[in-house]
């Protein structure tokens, strides 16, 4: 596998079900994110992670809960969706630093979900 | 606030034509991204400008960071049905110390380009 993969490529879940998606980046990046994008909005950025620890929390609902073992995994814990959470979830990563700045981000695929 | 505004936010046109997408903003970019998504995918990186006033071309592609290094401009030369997409610009703030240590890009709203056979 090269680049960030992402998984499930698409998700149908109720409001009650409780899943989780998966990101993995194979380019030995030390920072991954998680954003949201909805038809017609801009990007979203909803969690960062810089070595393993969360660097920022743009104000997401408690019941989207991220998770970074490691710095090549990013997961999204899912639970108690509402149908307006229905978006492309985008999993990114990146190399920063001192005096790298805003460095290229590098996404996955996306998963499509569904909440009914 | 948006503060990376994008210029058309669509654009219907048909092959062969040449067409431009702006990317304004009034802060400063230590950065600045381009990229293209295709409906269903994460977006893809296109180009990277650093230096105010540079220019890079990838094929019919041209892309400019201003002297000021608050703007850019995405112009498409002799348009193809494969370039239509979602072309997105992202910078990286100059003054954040927090975009520095996090990376964090902030993106423009997009441009949706749609080339017709």
């Known amino acids: 596998e090269t680049g960030v993969t992402q998984t499930p490529r698409h998700l149908v879940m109720g409001m009650t079900n409780k899943k989780s998606l998966k990101c993995e980046q194979h380019?030995?990046?030390?920072?991954m994110y998680w954003y949201k994008q909805s038809a017609k909005k801009p990007l979203e950025l909803m969690f960062v992670y810089n070595f393993k620890e969360q660097t920022e929390n743009n104000s997401v609902p408690s019941r989207f809960s991220p998770e970074c073992p490691n710095s090549s995994h990013l997961f999204l814990h899912l639970h108690t969706l509402q149908p307006e959470d229905s978006a492309l979830y985008l999993c990114a990563s990146s190399q920063v630093g001192v005096g790298l700045g805003g460095r290229e981000q590098y996404f996955g695929p996306g998963t499509r979900l569904t909440v009914t | 606030t948006q503060l990376l505004e994008q210029s058309p936010q669509f654009l219907s046109i048909q092959e062969g034509e040449n067409l431009t997408v702006y990317c304004n903003s009034s802060?400063?970019?230590?950065?600045l991204q381009w990229y293209r998504q295709e409906p269903g995918e994460g977006p893809v990186l296109l180009v990277t400008?650093?230096?105010?006033?540079e220019v890079k071309k990838l094929k019919r592609l041209t892309f400019q960071f201003g002297d000021a290094r608050k703007d850019s401009s995405l112009h498409i030369t002799a348009a193809q049905p494969g370039d239509t997409g979602l072309y997105l610009c992202?910078?990286?703030?100059?003054?954040?110390?927090?975009?520095?240590?996090?990376?964090?890009?902030?993106f423009g709203q997009g441009t949706t380009l749609q080339v017709k056979p």
């Open positions: 400008v650093v230096t105010g006033g």
């Open positions: 992202a910078g990286a703030l100059l003054s954040s110390r927090g975009s520095s240590n996090t990376g964090k890009l902030i």
């Open positions: 802060s400063v970019f230590s950065s």
């Open positions: 380019l030995g990046h030390n920072a």
